[in-house]
Structure formats: C-alpha cells, structure tokens
C-alpha cells in the first residue's frame, strides 16, 4: 500500500494516488512506516512538501532502499526542477492537477521496483563484487548477422550456471534488438541522461528491460533525434556500471566506427569481429583489423566469427583467412532458420538450442568467453589518447 505524504493542513485534498493509501503528514512519518515495512515500495511526496526536504529525503532513501520508487507532486514543473528531481533519485515528477498522470506513473513505478526486486543480486562483501566482462560484437559491413549474433551470444551465455548476463543495443539511430526479441520498451539508453556523472547502480538497473532470467536488455531510443542526445561518455559510464551488475556485457553496434563504438572498445574485455564469405565483407573487416592495430587494441582479446560460413559463394574458408590474414575462430553456418527464428521474434538459441547455428554459437561462448585459453584482457584502451591524430 503506497505511502502518501502531504503535510496536516493539505490533509483535507488527499492526492488521488490510486487504490488504498497510507497518509503520513511529514517526511519524518514515511520514514518511520518504512522502517516499519520493509517490503513497502512506493512513496508519494504532495506539492505541500518543502521541495528542499523532498529531493534530500529521496536521495537518502536512493541509497538505503533503492527498490523504494519515490514520485514527487508539484504544482509548477519545469526543467530544472525535473533535472533536481532525477538527480536526486526521484523517478517521475507529475503535476498536481493531473490525476491520470499521477496514478500511471505510480504504476509504472511499481513496475520498476518489482523489477529491481526480481533482478537484483544477492548482496555482497566488496571484495566480492562483480568484474563482469564487456563483449563489443562488431562489423564494419551491414547486413552480416551482427544483431543476430549479439542476441544469440547474450542466450547462450545467460545460459551458463549462475551467469546474468545483459545486453546494450548501441546502434543508438537504427537499433535492432528491441523489435528482434519482440520488446517494447519502458525506457532506453536516452532515459540515463539525467543521471550522467553520477550513474550507479539502481539508475542503470531502471533502464533495464528483462528478457528471460539472467537476461536484461538496455535497448535503443525509440524516437527519431534521440540518439544525438547520448554523449559517447555516458556510454563508457554505462558499461563501466553494467559490468559491475552482470558476468557478461554484450554490446550490438552499428556498422561503424563511431565514438561511442569507440568507448565500448576501450571498455571491453574482448572484441568479436563479425563476418560473411563476401568480398566487402571481408575487405572491411581486414580495415577494422588494421584500424584496431592502429588504435593499440591487443591481439589477443580479438576473434574474428565468419557467418554463413558454409555459403556456396565461390570461396572457400582458406580464401577467407588468406584475404583477412587472420585466424577464424568460429564458423557459423547458413540457414533459413535463422531470419524465420528473428521474424517471430524468438531467438535460435531458444527456439532451437540443438540448431548446428545454436551450437556453433554456444560453443564460441563456451570456448572463447567462458573459459578462454588466454587470460582476459579487459580495459584495456583508456589511456592510448587514441581519439585523435
């Protein structure tokens, strides 16, 4: 039952939260029925509160019950009060005088805090704090099964014992992975740019979109302009506090070499460069191979994955390595099964686990992330001052 705080003299137009209330009259109250009930997760603060005592009640209840969502009613709102607001941990700001607003964002705060509940990992000594790695999947040529790929990883390694494991869509303009798994999202990368600079972990959590257990999402911008808003350094903070949550990161990118591909490279632990027994395909990915080299990225936390290996194309695999001079590590074959498993929105790893692709797939998990021959070699590019010449 959400708990309702309005001072005594505004008692009398108690705010139309939604459903059964508790009412407390000061921010002193709340926090004694929290005490009290540590399974509640959902306080409203009414536009009578002092919004001083408002931001500083919620920022400490953002680090002493972080699954606790905290809406905060105002009578004028504008954007500064909006960035405070979010900065403080307050998750929705709703004007006084819109009732729909109000209780539909009590819902989706709800939603929110029963997704931390469900998610969030069993409490740990520092020490034992999670140095989950950064997977960047990355060609420089569309249309080789990059997203495909990334998803089908992010399964096959969510399926290992006790690994959780997300995904970052980071084709920020023209993402895929949202309509690829069938997810519509709440929220999306653009939705951290309020908490720039100061991310943590319950912020990057709320962005998060479950797909199956040990699987979270962080999905792309829905909305045309979007993707211009996130700053290639809010990328790197996103990855740095996702690798903290999660055993693996796996980032989609898009098919360039941008800044923000950049930053998820320099955070990574291993790179897996994608491609198709096709000439572009593979002229490019000898260029990224170059381009890595150039920019200092190590050899070792690199494997080059030919998809569609077994394409009757006209050249065989020793051509393949002989054009891109280097190993291929990973042979995915071609199949229909593949394009039909993405236009139902189910991927092959889960439709099919028996699936030659499935299993070409989960054993390059298996094999080279899992338990990789070389030590890994993760973060690895901060300080090459590569960016530019």
């Known amino acids: 039952m959400p708990i309702l705080c309005e ?32 399974t509640e997760t959902l306080v409203v603060i009414g536009p009578d509160t002092p919004i001083a005592d408002a931001l ?44 729909a607003a109000l209780v539909a964002a009590c819902r989706r705060s709800y939603e929110i805090s029963k997704r931390l509940v469900s998610t969030a990992p069993p409490p740990a000594e520092p020490e034992q704090a999670r140095e989950g790695k950064v997977v960047t999947v990355f060609a420089a040529k569309g249309g080789c099964g990059k997203t495909s790929f990334a998803v089908n990883l992010g399964v096959a390694l969510a399926n290992e014992p006790g690994v959780r494991v997300c995904v970052v869509d980071l084709d920020l303009a023209f993402g895929d992975v949202a309509i690829s798994v069938q997810l519509d999202p709440a929220r999306t990368i653009v939705d ?36 211009e808003k996130v700053p290639p350094p809010l990328v790197g903070e996103l990855l740095r ?5 999660f055993d693996f990161v796996v980032v989609d990118t898009p098919a360039q070499f941008s800044e923000h591909v950049l930053v998820a490279m320099d955070a990574s632990a291993h790179h897996v460069l994608l491609t198709t027994p096709d000439v572009p395909a593979l002229k490019n990915l000898r260029i990224t191979l170059d381009m890595l080299d150039l920019l200092s990225y190590p050899r070792q936390i690199r494997s080059v994955v030919l998809n569609r290996a077994d394409s009757k194309v006209g050249l065989s695999l ?66 090459r001052g590569r960016r530019r010449a």
């Open 192 to 227: 951290a740019l309020p908490m720039a600079g100061h991310l943590d972990t319950t912020g990057a959590s709320s962005l998060l979109t479950r797909y199956k257990p040990n699987l979270e999402m962080l999905l792309a911008p829905v909305t045309p302009g979007d993707a």
């Open 241 to 245: 506090v996702l690798s903290g949550i």
């Open 56 to 99: 500083t009640f919620a920022s400490t209840l953002r680090m002493t019950r972080p699954a606790v969502g905290v809406i905060l009613v105002r009578t004028h709102v504008d954007v500064a009060l909006l960035t405070h607001a979010l900065r403080a941990g307050v998750r929705e700001v709703v004007p006084a005088d819109d009732a």
């Open 7 to 38: 001072p005594a003299t505004a008692a009398g137009h108690l705010l139309p939260v939604g459903g059964d209330v508790r009412a407390a009259d000061s921010l002193q109250s709340v926090s004694q029925m929290l005490e009290a009930d540590p």
């Open 318 to 383: 020793d051509d393949v390595e002989r054009v891109v001079r280097w190993p291929i590590v990973a042979h995915i074959p071609s199949s229909r099964e593949v394009p039909i498993s993405i236009n139902k929105g189910t991927p092959l790893m889960l439709a099919n686990p028996s699936h030659p692709v499935s299993q070409a797939i989960g054993r390059f998990a298996r094999q080279r992330l899992v338990t990789p021959a070389e030590a890994p070699a993760g973060r690895v590019g901060r300080s």
